[in-house]
């Protein structure tokens, strides 16, 4: 993540905004990247005013809404096939296993698995193009996936920002400490999301797993 933190530094804001819109667009669409470690450095960068954390925040919630909804459509146009071609070119990520979990947590969970998607890889990924597979009712996918998006960017952008801040205030002469502080802060923000995602695509034994229904909007 340092590496990254480095590499965005030395561009220009308004790259910087276009780069965090876009890994978590592509990521948000089915594509395996990492638009959290993205996030998390650009919002670093904020608290280290090189970037303005209003434009970062605002570009990682249209990538991730985007994103979303393009993935929706792919899905829904592509269906099974595509999410097999995925998991075939993508079997680390987008495996048959873990394309089941998320389909049980799509069973169980409906749209709800959408919003609390954002906060876990897999779901970060996979959420979109399954629910346009499933056929889960758009505009419920669209509320959900809003909601999500915003809380998470935001979220995760301010909350960094604003401890990155305190910690340049407090602790100027050790920038490595400001900087694991930061890192700690923003895992403990979305400790509990993370740990109720974490729970929505726990694999379930086959005879507690609901079968997947397309529609499914609970």
Not at 60 to 80: H, K, L, N, P, Q
Not at 193 to 202: S, V
């Amino acid at each position: 993540m340092v590496d990254v933190q480095h590499w965005l530094s030395a561009l220009p804001p308004g790259v910087v905004y276009l780069i965090v819109a876009g890994v978590i667009g592509v990521e948000s669409m089915g594509v395996p990247l990492p638009g959290e470690i993205v996030l998390v450095s650009s919002a670093l960068l904020a608290a280290a005013g090189v970037v303005e954390p209003e434009w970062v925040a605002s570009a990682a919630a249209f990538g991730a809404i985007v994103g979303d909804s393009i993935g929706y459509a792919v899905g829904r146009r592509g269906g099974r096939p595509l999410l097999a071609r995925l998991g075939r070119r993508f079997p680390k990520h987008l495996g048959p296993a873990q394309l089941a979990r998320a389909e049980q947590s799509f069973a169980k969970y409906g749209v709800w698995a959408v919003f609390f998607g954002r906060f876990v890889a897999l779901l970060r990924i996979l959420a979109g193009p399954l629910a346009g597979a499933l056929h889960v009712p758009y505009r419920r996918f669209l509320l959900a996936n809003a909601a999500g998006g915003l809380v998470w960017a935001f979220g995760t952008t301010y909350l960094l920002y604003s401890v990155g801040r305190a910690a340049e205030h407090w602790l100027k002469d050790i920038s490595w400490a400001g900087l694991v502080i930061a890192v700690l802060a923003g895992l403990a923000s979305t400790w509990w999301l993370r740990r109720r995602a974490h729970k929505m695509t726990a694999v379930e034994t086959p005879g507690e797993a609901e079968p997947v229904r397309a529609g499914t909007d609970r």
